[in-house]
């Protein structure tokens, strides 16, 4: 007969948190990162249950009688059954560390600080995709079916064996963070341009009106057969390339509909309603994003006369 | 996808079908005449003399006692208690179109031996087995007795009608005609008034037969060169109350009487927004017609593939004849009867007659004929994601990282027309998908797959390398003057590859290769749309009647099967590529019988509504009665916006429907389940997780129906054949015999009714394990969450329980068994795996294993383990529904050992749960319950 469930570490802490938003919580502070290796990473102690996040190690300790009290409900069962390849709990929460659950999450063993917490859907647990940057998630190392690579080549995720990619990762992360602290310090610009405004003009173009100096000018963008012209808080504009046609209006003023760091979004309406879905007019989303340049990233038409405009601004960092 | 009236209507809004763009009874000369012959004594006769006598076949001549034309009338008798019986003409002037053994007909069909009983009267009678034909002479009828019951008769209203090939009677000459006619096409409607007035002068000269030699609808004058060539007869079922089948059409499951409406069209045709609960025709046509009543079931086949039509209406049977009906329908004066009457455009008359006597034996005889669906490759009974379009590649890597960001499962995402460079099929734009192998890999990483379109319109384009190839190499089809017929469709104007032709088939088929298909790849499987063939300008929005087939067939012939030979050729391209080592998928709008060989259908453009929602029911239903069990209706409806309501019953409903894709107009709002609100991705995420679940069900009731032909999604009558309260229902249905399902298609629905089937049944629901008895319906609780499906007491169901991102990757993944206890505590199942994706199965690597519970003890008994097949796939759960009491221990035994297992047990649900017996599917054991 065969055990598929693995060795259990007997001890851990709880994590207090079952039900976290779907990506996580976020860190907060501006540390400086140094991405040298795992030197600054943070690694799951041996005694804490695979899957389970370090600061929820008290979670997993066995009761008086021995026993794991599932997380929300009020079923206890033998704390062997905890990471035994066998779901137990309704709420998933015996499960951290494998595929047995259907609602549960692995933390990865290697969390690197200042990032979303790094977690996988119990979901993506030993499938033979290395999700977490440690590889962790696929520790029974299974392989996946041969013809998921193509041409014998690995595509949008790596495949099992499982390689360290938390130095990526860390670097990555240092190249954002990077580009986030050069764009904060050239954010005065932008500030400095809105200071003459009232402050109920400054309210239009984001906090202490740091977007009012996009409003000055107009940007361009050529996406397949279009050009694009973004005036920012006035108009956008489509073209057919080389002037090929007239131009349509894509939306007009607008309101901000998200305004949190890191997260900007500013909705236009009114555009041009001809040839659109029941004659309702064009609409546009801007999202700003953190960059070190003023410019328009790309262009989209999910549906069809919605469109969403991605713009990097340092006013944005 | 899309149709037709896109084009034609713009974006008006239109909001249902545009009748006048297609014919009616009344627009159609062969169906007037047909429909206007009136029940009596027939003109047909028989020759008992000539009667010619085969070891399985009997042939006599049949006289026309007006026109004195002769034919020939050959009755078979075939295997498996089925008839043919065949009437050609004798001398005709010109062959008619009769589809190509292969083609329809998987084989000749194998003959059994048929009994000449003698002759008393002007009766013969012939018998084969425990059923026999009674031929009556003159009048020309026919009665086939099963067990000695009257179960189909043919001609006995006298509504025979076999227009014999004549030469044209005295017409202008030829050339001037079509000048005419051209000129007629373009001048509009004041001509085509004129026009009119003159052929009511023509038809002075023969009133009885109006629209015999040039037929004009609308715009569009179709030349008929070889005059009225229709054929037609009626065919009763005595003590027939129910009748189904021929597809395909937007009705209820049991066929309604037409007496007050047209009768129900089977003609392949592109309906914009198509109206509900009509006989007019749609997309595919399979002329099979199931006749049902608690005693038997019982099969006609109508082998033509020429327009169709056929008329049904209720009646009273002659008793005098059929007296022996009255032993089952006692305390009943009148015997019901129902009547239908076919008749077809051309061809000859070529009826299959399947006599049951139960639903399954005519799946079983049917499929005998033209063939099962082979087993699908799991990825393709899984989920897809549609929609027209995503746009490009960023698009489509969005979707597909959005569905794992919010933990759905999907396996295949496809891409619609505006992929392609120009609506060229087999290319790309390459402004949005520059590196189409890089996005295929990408997805394929995941276990993923992904769907192109490629539809049989090529656009007229010479630097269209597939255009101009066809073109150059004749394999177009042509115009009634010999031209390549051109037509517009999505490209403008295009050409159609004559797909009756093998050798166009091998052409298109070599398109699939990935040196031909430049930036596809093995994991990318295609969708043939329009394949009707769908033609924007041409009469009722397809190919003119009166165009010409390379093989010298007008397309009125063989309208119906052409769009088979487009799936049929792609499937055959797609198997290609891999030397015919792993299965493909291809899926197919417009059909015919045959189709469910080499493709998938869907019920086309419906609409995002609530009545469109509940229709696919019916719709699915009817398409699995006829043999194309892996079919499914757009998710979420193509047209328009449906509410979030709307869109999560749907995908609850269409997790529990064989094809399972959700679809979209380029007008409508994105809809992709995560862009939903909480409530709403919650429930259609648990509901897609669902069919996951169930998946192994799924692949082992699509394993066993490629073997019997049997519906996958079942009416509740053919499980329960003599329950009469069921043969009406098409809003409850089965999965194979152990599950059933009601989805909630109601707008702001919280209770459903559920009629369980089955005196003495037991049935639990598959979530709260809540027992109902058979043979009652109840209206059950089911808020937003709930989709009321229940297992029937009775039956083992083989579960994989652990959500994955896609099939693919929930390979080695442990099952779980769901024993559900009939009232004497017993339950049987089954399971079939292999590796999922290849033919290899058919060379027995393949695993096949039977559960049975009974006296306190589960018994797995592999069936079947073909050499060298392994897996690692294990058993992680039993749960025993419907058990009374707790038991005190439960041991496991395998090879000699005896292991205890851990276990649960509900006192208030009576369900024992046992964890983890750990043990290799593979394997033989006995869980005994102490």
Known sequence: ?317 | MKVAGFFLLGLASVFSVQRDNFRTCDNVGFCKRHRALEPGTSSYAASASSMKLNPTSVSLDVLEKKSDVKFTLTIFGLKDNTFRIRLEEKDAMRKRYEPPVGDVLIKVPEGEELKYNGQSGNQLTFNKGTSRVVLTTEPLRIDVYSDDDPVISINSQGLLKFEHTRPKPEAPPAENQDEENKEEAQEGEEEQQKEEEVKEEEVKAEPEEPDMWEETFKSHTDSKPFGPTSIGVDISFPGVEHVYGIPEHADSLALKTTKTTDPYRLYNLDVFEYDLYNPMALYGAVPLMLAHNEKRTVGVFWLNAAETWVDISSNVADKSIFSNLADFVTGNNEIPQTDTHWFSESGVIDVFLMLGPGPKDVFRQYAALTGTTPLPPLFSISYHQCRWNYNDQDDVRTVDENFDKFDIPYDVIWLDIEHTDGKRYFTWDAAKFPNSIEMLRNISSKGRKMVTIVDPHLKRDDNYKVFAEARDKGLLIKNKDGGDFDGWCWPGSSGWPDFLEKHVRDWWADKFSASEYVGSAPNLYVWNDMNEPSVFNAPEITVNRDIKHLGGWENREVHNIYGMYVHEATMDGLLKRTNYQERAFVLTRAFFAGTQRTAAVWTGDNMGEWSHLKISNPMIMSLNLVGITFSGADVGGFFRNPDNELVTRWYQAGAFQPFFRAHAHLDTKRREPYLLPDENVKVIREAIRARYTYLPYWYTEFFTSEKDGAAVMRPLWVEFPKEKATFGIDDNYMIGSALLVRPVTDQGATNANVYFPGAGEVWYDVETYQTYKGQQEVNVQAPLSKIPVYQKGGTIIPRKMRPRRSSTLMFDDPFTLVVALDPKQEANGQLFIDDYRTFKYRDGAYGFIKYSFTSHKLHSNVEHQGSGFTTKEWLERVIVVGLPHEPRKVTLHQSGQTKELIFTYDSTTHVLIIRKPGVNILQNWTISLH
């Open chain 1, 1 to 317: 007969m065969e055990e598929n469930g693995d060795d259990l570490d007997e001890t851990g802490d709880r994590y207090e948190d079952g039900d976290k938003s779907e990506t996580g919580d976020k860190h907060d502070g501006v540390d400086e990162l140094v991405a040298n290796g795992k030197g600054n990473v943070q690694e799951r102690p041996k005694s804490v249950p695979r899957g389970v996040h370090f600061s929820d190690a008290g979670s997993y300790k066995a009761d008086a009688r021995g026993l794991f009290k599932c997380l929300e409900s009020e079923l206890r069962i033998p704390m062997n059954q905890v990471n035994d390849d066998y779901c137990d709990c309704p709420d998933s929460s015996d499960e951290p560390g494998t595929s047995a659950c259907p609602h549960a999450r692995f933390f990865c063993t290697v969390q690197i600080p200042h990032r979303d917490v790094q977690f996988v859907y119990s979901s993506h647990v030993n499938d033979g995709i290395c999700d977490c940057c440690d590889g962790s998630d696929e520790w029974q190392d299974k392989r996946v079916p041969s013809n998921m690579k193509l041409d014998g080549k690995t595509g949008a995720v790596f495949h099992t064996p499982c390689i360290d990619r938390c130095g990526d990762v860390m670097k990555i992360l240092e190249d954002e963070q990077r580009i986030r602290r050069q764009g904060l310090l050239r954010q005065k610009r932008y500030l400095v341009a809105a200071r003459n405004l009232t402050l109920f003009q400054r309210q239009k173009y984001g906090p202490a009106g740091i977007f009012y100096l996009l409003s000055q000018q107009c940007y361009e963008h050529k996406a397949h057969e279009y050009v694009y012209t973004v005036c920012p808080f006035e108009s956008v504009r489509q073209q057919g390339t080389g002037g090929f046609g007239a131009k349509t209006m894509l939306g007009r003023h607008g309101e901000w509909t998200k305004q949190k760091s890191g997260d900007y979004v500013h909705s236009m309406r009114n555009g041009d309603a001809t040839l659109c879905p029941d004659g309702q007019p064009r609409q546009t989303q801007l999202r700003f994003l953190c960059g070190l340049e003023d410019g328009i990233i790309d262009v989209t038409e999910a549906s069809k006369c919605r469109y969403d405009v991605r713009f990097s601004s340092p006013a944005a960092c």
